[in-house]
């Protein structure tokens, strides 16, 4: 008897049954991963962070699979492994793997990540892997962390802070798990979401609060945090850069604000404060700053660009001057998605149509003929809300934009994402969407240039085609796992399948 795929199966049985088939030849809709390019998207991370001498921590949020998430972390044994999730599920799906990690000496370097020697397996450091829970603390995560806390062990588990009363359910996480948390105050930078503003009335009594701990020994006050996901609405590698220094500024405002504190306060026990800055924009942004020429040598960008890439050299300098680390954080990088093509945040060679590694497959139901603005053709694809979600694109009217595969005579785009013209998803019910005419502008009003035959509905019923989905976080949350697909060798061949964590 076959499988029930409605119910949670192993990836053995998903193996079993994907592994060799075509894409296809699969029932739709499905998530689908391009491994070729989230590999280079991971190193490219991976190799700036070695080249400016930061630290990294990989957010799994996006993806929640335990496969990507080695990508993410590389297999540089002398890296550490340090992750953030978004939920308790999240940290104990990845616990196996972190243990793995464990046993095999993986652990946190001083100095370039490089250089660092690394010790025989069992000899490794204590907080030789570490994961961060990315909210605030509440009170129902304790006991399930604490759970982890206890099987990796002192050092492994981190919580962010934004408010007193959270410290009673640190020390109750602690005294579970006989292990201390560290610990990150979370800093507001302007997003407005999770933190407190570091020139605000409530940093101070938060910061009090979280010395007398540190003091009291519940938790080890680890450094600060940010998070700037209003990144997301900028506009250029300028916009980008800018905003990067924004968040290490205020993490170094904040930083010096807790040294002269705890100065204040007579604690002498203090470790160097970690800087954990980043949003996928703004962290991918530090490619600017490392990969300072093109392909022919010449400097890479505009003197804009150049300009805020060599202040933030020194802004980094000057953080690790005052005895401060720096890591940065990101999430949706390996993957990405429409709404980080319309950031812009680096160069198009790095940040392009054939960089964006997740695509939702989904199956023409129906044709509409002439239905459109102006006579244009629509058509019903079975991927709507709950395949693609409803997060907009600042860059164009739609939900989703399908890509040239299995598409004949249609080419992948050479162009920004602004400038597209073509059919998108253009409004979404639950399980529908809606293939509609948009010109270069946005409209559904064709250009003088687009003439009937570019306007023409190019696919078929029964045919299966790829969307490249606005937000990659959201349109993943409904599959229990990725059929992955190898574009560099194997085609549109499924070589495996990545489960995906579920709830919370």
């Known amino acids: 008897m076959a499988a029930d795929l409605s119910l949670p199966s192993s990836k053995d049985v998903l193996r079993e049954r994907y592994v060799g088939k075509s894409i296809v030849n699969v029932d739709t809709p499905a998530a689908v991963i391009n491994l070729a390019a989230a590999k280079r998207n991971c190193e490219r991370m991976l190799q700036t962070c070695d080249a400016l001498s930061l630290g990294w921590r990989a957010h799994v949020k996006t993806h929640k699979t335990v496969e990507l998430a080695r990508l993410q972390v590389g297999d540089d044994a002398g890296r550490p492994v340090q992750l953030i999730v978004s939920t308790v599920a999240e940290a104990e799906f990845l616990t196996p793997m972190l243990s793995e990690y464990q046993r095999q000496g993986r652990r946190v370097n001083v100095g370039p990540p490089r250089r660092a020697v690394v010790p025989p397996p069992g000899t490794m450091s204590a907080d030789a892997v570490k ?61 407005r979401r999770a933190g407190v503003v570091v020139d605000g009335k409530q940093f101070p009594v938060l910061v009090d609060a979280a010395l007398d701990a540190h003091g009291r020994g519940s938790i080890q006050l680890a450094g600060l945090y940010s998070h700037a996901g209003h990144s997301y609405a900028g506009d250029g590698r300028v916009a980008a850069l800018r905003m990067m220094s924004a968040e290490l500024t205020s993490l170094l405002d904040g930083a010096d604000r807790v040294r002269a504190r705890a100065s204040a306060k007579g604690i002498v026990d203090l470790p160097s404060l970690t800087l954990s800055a980043g949003a996928s924009p703004t962290t991918l942004s530090l490619q600017n700053v490392a990969d300072d020429e093109d392909e022919k040598g010449a400097p890479s960008g ?46 198009s060679t790095h940040l392009s149509w054939s960089d964006m590694a997740f695509t939702i497959l989904a199956e023409v139901h129906s044709i509409y003929a002439g239905r459109g603005a102006d006579g244009t053709d629509e058509a019903l694809v079975g991927a709507g809300c709950l395949a693609l979600g409803r997060e907009p694109c600042k860059a164009y009217a739609g939900m989703a934009i399908p890509t040239a595969w299995n598409r004949a005579g249609v080419e992948k785009p050479t162009f920004d994402v602004e400038r597209y013209e073509g059919y998108v998803v253009g409004r979404v019910s639950q399980e529908h969407g809606i293939l509609q005419w948009r010109d270069g502008r946005g409209t559904a009003s064709p250009t003088t240039e687009a003439t009937a035959a570019d306007r023409k509905l190019d696919v078929e019923v029964g045919q299966k085609i790829r969307l490249w989905p606005n937000h990659a976080c959201i349109a993943g949350s409904q599959f229990g796992w990725y059929l992955v697909v190898d574009e560099d060798g194997k085609g549109d061949g499924i070589v495996d399948v990545w489960i995906r964590a579920r709830g919370w």
């Not at 006991?143 to 492994?156: F, I, K, P, Q, Y």
């Not at 020194?314 to 990088?333: F, N, P």
């Open 302 to 347: 505009t003197p804009s660009v150049r300009a805020e890439a060599g202040a933030i050299s020194t802004l980094l300098e000057t953080i690790k001057g005052r005895g401060h680390a720096v890591e940065v954080h990101a999430g949706v990088y390996p993957l990405l998605d429409l709404q980080q093509l319309a950031a812009h945040s680096i160069r």
């Open 131 to 191: 994961v961060l829970y990315g909210l605030p603390l509440p009170k129902g995560a304790v006991s399930r962390l604490a759970a982890v806390a206890r099987t990796l062990g002192e050092g492994s588990v981190s919580i962010l802070l934004d408010d007193p009363a959270q410290l009673a359910m640190a020390a109750d996480m602690s005294a579970i798990s006989d292990v201390a948390p560290h610990a990150y105050i979370k800093v507001d930078m302007g997003g």
